[in-house]
């Protein structure tokens, strides 16, 4: 079949990455291109929308910014919360009256009549979608949806529900979007793996990629390089988490986290080595879960990247967890920092044994600072995430993680701090909603499919005490954001 008989494909980013372009979209346009179909990427950075902002240096306001978004989201005045829903909804309206750009954009496009549209989304982009959807049906053209987070059945079908929407795609795309594609074009009511549409049985989650070495190196030639900051490319080296077992985690219940795997060395090295003669890319963020799972991948990382790229600079999530090796001792942060890396984030979530023990993170408060402080001292970022509000935490638990954060201060660029949210599959909500596991002052209120979430209520929100405790935790974060990101790694700030 030649070139001109193969469907044309129109690919609707919506994840719109403000820092690097979407790498799941560079993987699908690489397998379509590699089978010879005509492909359109339509980036609504290209068009004039701004990109999802990343966390920077905060302003001298934040902490009582902070401070009221804490308390609106945790009071007991049904009129702050309904206040606070209508907010929401004015912002999303906003988002939506912006996206007029890209509806014209899309319009444009569509008049070009691709034979299939494949829209790359995370769920809160459910109004846009509803437009493009209506769109497509108005002009005869099929719309598939697919992401990270259709891993739930309930979400799957609360989506299909979407008017014009013609089905979703629940797993890693590279390996069946030609199938799925000819699938759906030849109008068939068969069960295709992972793919599900409305009147249809639904079709379950399509099997987790086993040959990473054999997906395309991503094509990103479609996206407007000269409106990113700096030219960073994303990569994986592996899908799933080495570690994979923290009950709280919903990365590793989506569509492409279920399972640890890996790419070989010298393939990730190949992509490297592309990336640099392409476009000259120097600047590199991992997306990995966690890069140190594969020691011997992390470590050959750590060996070959400054003879392919001399000068490169790199960010990367780490896991700080319980084996005798973790690749995190001095000498492999020194390393690391000799290869280009510049930044390193990982998962702290709470200094409180109890509650590390809880959620199975695996990690040691005092083996985390030792880290830290072998990162900063070879001249590496460091950036921590963490959350309050888990089942049983009281306000000691969080007088615990403010008195680390001072101990570990000297070493620390920023901490990412948020909220509990219970995502839908995770063993967190499934012992919640059965009651197998003790649940405090935890009560599940109600499942929320479209977003894949379930809210709840902490009563221990309100006790006096607590919520002094989360004033000086904010305190403390707030005080750490406001330090100036070293020189080093300021060209990746708000790339992880």
Aim: with cysteine; glycine share 8%; aromatic share 8%.
């Amino acid at each position: 079949m030649s070139v001109i008989d193969k469907p044309s494909v129109l690919i609707l980013d919506l994840n719109n990455f403000s820092r690097f372009p979407t790498l799941p979209v560079g993987l699908i346009t690489a397998v379509l291109r590699k089978a010879q179909h005509r492909v359109e990427v339509l980036s609504p950075l290209s068009v004039g929308a701004q990109g999802i902002p990343r966390e920077s240096r905060a302003k001298p306001w934040s902490y009582w910014d902070e401070r009221l978004r804490w308390w609106s989201a945790t009071t007991r005045s049904k009129s702050v919360r309904a206040f606070r829903n209508s907010l929401g909804k004015f912002r999303s309206h906003r988002r939506s009256a912006r996206g007029q750009e890209i509806m014209a954009a899309l319009g444009a496009s569509m008049d070009r009549r691709p034979d299939v549209i494949l829209i790359s989304a995370y769920l809160e982009y459910h109004d846009v979608i509803e437009r493009v959807g209506a769109m497509g049906a108005e002009r005869g053209i099929p719309v598939l949806l697919g992401g990270p987070a259709f891993h739930g059945r309930e979400t799957r079908e609360e989506w299909l529900k979407l008017p014009g929407l013609t089905g979703i795609f629940a797993g890693e795309a590279e390996g069946s979007i030609i199938d799925l594609v000819a699938h759906v074009l030849s109008n068939q009511n068969a069960p295709f793996p992972g793919y599900s549409a409305a009147g249809q049985p639904d079709g379950g989650l399509a099997a987790p990629l086993q040959e990473l070495d054999d997906i395309p190196i991503p094509d990103y030639s479609d996206f407007p390089w000269e409106r990113y900051p700096n030219r960073i490319v994303s990569m994986l080296t592996a899908r799933g988490c080495g570690w994979g077992v923290c009950r709280f985690c919903s990365d590793v219940v989506t569509v492409s986290g279920r399972t640890y795997r890996t790419r070989s060395l010298e393939n990730v090295l190949t992509e490297l080595k592309f990336h640099h003669a392409d476009g000259g890319t120097r600047l590199f963020c991992f997306s990995d879960l966690k890069l140190n799972s594969d020691l011997d991948l992390w470590r050959g990382l750590h060996e070959h990247f400054p003879k392919i790229i001399p000068d490169a600079k790199w960010t990367c999530a780490v896991h700080v967890g319980p084996r005798k090796d973790e690749g995190l001792t001095p000498a492999d942060m020194l390393a690391a920092r000799r290869a280009g890396l510049v930044r390193v984030t990982t998962g702290f979530e709470t200094a409180s044994p109890k509650l590390l023990k809880a959620m199975n993170k695996g990690t040691d408060p005092d083996r985390l600072a030792d880290f830290l402080a072998a990162a900063s001292e070879a001249g590496i970022s460091t950036r921590l995430t963490a959350f309050t509000g888990y089942p049983g935490e009281d306000a000691e638990d969080i007088e615990t993680t403010r008195q680390f954060l001072i101990r570990i201060r000297p070493h620390l660029d920023r901490v990412h701090l948020s909220r509990l949210l219970v995502q839908s599959g995770t063993p967190l909500e499934e012992t919640l909603r059965t009651g197998t596991v003790g649940q405090g002052s935890i009560e599940l209120l109600e499942s929320n499919p479209l977003d894949a979430f379930t809210t709840h209520l902490n009563s221990s929100i309100h006790d006096p005490a607590r919520r002094k405790a989360i004033a000086g935790l904010l305190r403390i974060v707030h005080q750490i954001n406001r330090t100036q990101l070293q020189t080093s790694a300021q060209e990746l700030e708000g790339a992880m």
